[in-house]
């Protein structure tokens, strides 16, 4: 298989379905956004971290690419005229999202109350963390914009924001089991 076709050399791309696009098209800007925030997740992966955030990353890494699909089809082409469903495009279900849910639950039963604002940082995979989940709240906002224009599965965007959220307590709970410093966010009086 070559990676290669040269139908993008003019700056058009096709979406699920065939249907062509300008490579900065917000269907396209959205799932990229998925796809870079899906390499972040690889590199916390990639860390010396409990094999349970590592399998569990990798099962998230699995829905984003799930989310990537439905993001990348044209809706026009997804369906035919009887309803039925033309392409064998995976879901996001209920059951992705309390999961996400049941580990932020988790992790927030062996972490201190938040009582301040987080400063991000403090050690380099809390740190990878944090720029996942600021990917990942561009990625949420990008699929919100698209489905203002295009309305998508509102499951997807309720994984993005979830994901969002656990990326957030992953990082809090990583500084707890790196014993780094989580930086609280304190305002200079002026």
């Known amino acids: 298989m070559k990676i290669y076709t040269k139908t993008g050399d003019k700056g058009t791309t096709a979406l699920f379905g065939g249907t062509r696009v300008p490579k900065h098209h917000i269907r396209i800007d959205s799932y990229g956004t998925v796809d870079e925030l899906n390499s972040h997740l690889g590199l916390i992966r990639d860390q ?9 990353l990798m099962h998230i890494q699995d829905r984003l690419f799930t989310v990537g699909a439905i993001l990348a089809t044209d809706p026009e082409k997804a369906v035919l005229k009887n309803g039925k469903e033309r392409l064998n495009i995976p879901k996001i279900s209920d059951a992705n999202i309390e999961r996400l849910e ?32 600021c990917v990942c709240r561009r990625a949420e906002r990008l699929a919100s914009a698209l489905n203002d224009l295009e309305p998508i599965d509102p499951l997807a965007l309720t994984y993005l924001n979830r994901l969002s959220d656990y990326l957030f307590v992953l990082a809090r709970k990583l500084s707890f089991d790196l014993n780094a410093n989580e930086v609280k966010w304190i305002p200079e009086k002026q």
């Open 48 to 56: 010396n971290i409990d094999t349970h955030y590592k399998e569990l």
């Open 102 to 133: 049941q580990e932020i639950d988790n992790m927030n039963t062996a972490l201190p109350p938040m009582t301040h604002f987080v400063l991000p940082g403090g050690h380099q995979t809390v740190s990878f963390c944090h720029i996942a989940r």
